[in-house]
């Protein structure tokens, strides 16, 4: 298995542009989960799916954040307008739930200037 | 709140020391899981190891294992026989149902 494939790799955006990220969980996962990581607040959960349907979004730090998963094999998330706080590594992971760790990703570096 | 606390910010050990990285929680309930992760200059997080709470025995990975004290909210992690490979960040990690909360990290240099 690939493992968690997210892309892009590296994103730099100007501020107001919209941003989609993107990924791709594990065969047979059932969850899958939106990390961010900053220095000031480590990593933090925006929103997580059980079987493509959003449980969680309670870390979406404002509407200008959108998840969607239209199937069990990819997700995204959406930032419009972006702003440079928003620059930060963001993780997608994914897992079979259980007593079993996330398996994640590599991680977008977004960068809004 | 279910909360993670790593209170060494950076930590040092000498090639083929061992070196422990501490980590405490704060929860009401009695059915978790801890994990810790290593995250090297590559960015990408690395499962290390993982304990579930209802288990008293100490789990252990190769050179890695942990000293789990439910009793005191404590899940440390030692590294024995330290490598140069061993450098990275490494998160303490808190999960309930699909409630994952990591702690801000302790950062592992490795000496030659």
């Known amino acids: 298995d690939a493992g968690v494939i997210q892309s892009p790799r590296h994103e730099v955006t100007e501020m107001g542009q919209e941003v989609t990220l993107r990924c791709k969980p594990i065969?047979?996962?059932?969850?899958l989960f939106w990390y961010r990581q900053t220095m000031m607040r480590g990593l933090e959960l925006l929103i997580y799916?059980?079987?493509?349907?959003?449980?969680?979004d309670s870390g979406m730090p404002e509407d200008r954040f959108s998840a969607k998963m239209p199937n069990a094999s990819f997700s995204t998330l959406k930032i419009q307008p972006s702003e440079p706080r928003d620059s930060a590594v963001y993780f997608c992971?994914?897992?079979?739930?259980?007593?079993?760790?996330?398996?994640f990703g590599s991680g977008t570096r977004l960068t809004v200037v | 709140a279910q909360t993670v606390t790593q209170s060494q910010p950076e930590m040092s050990v000498q090639e083929a020391e061992t070196v422990t990285l501490s980590c405490t929680y704060d929860?009401?309930?009695?059915?978790?899981?801890l994990f810790w992760y290593k995250q090297p200059p590559s960015r990408q997080m690395i499962l290390v190891i993982r304990?579930?709470?209802?288990?008293?025995q100490n789990a252990t990975e190769n050179r890695f294992s942990v000293n789990f004290q439910k009793a005191a909210k404590s899940f440390s992690l030692k590294i024995s026989d330290s490598q140069l490979g061993d450098a990275a960040m490494y998160f303490c990690a808190y999960r309930r149902n699909n409630d994952m909360r990591f702690g801000a990290g302790t950062r592992l240099t490795v000496k030659p």
């Open positions: 799916f059980n079987n493509n349907v959003p449980i969680d």
């Open positions: 304990q579930e709470a209802y288990k008293q």
């Open positions: 992971a994914s897992s079979y739930g259980g007593p079993m760790g996330y398996t």
């Open positions: 065969s047979g996962h059932d969850y």
């Open positions: 929860t009401s309930e009695s059915d978790y899981y």
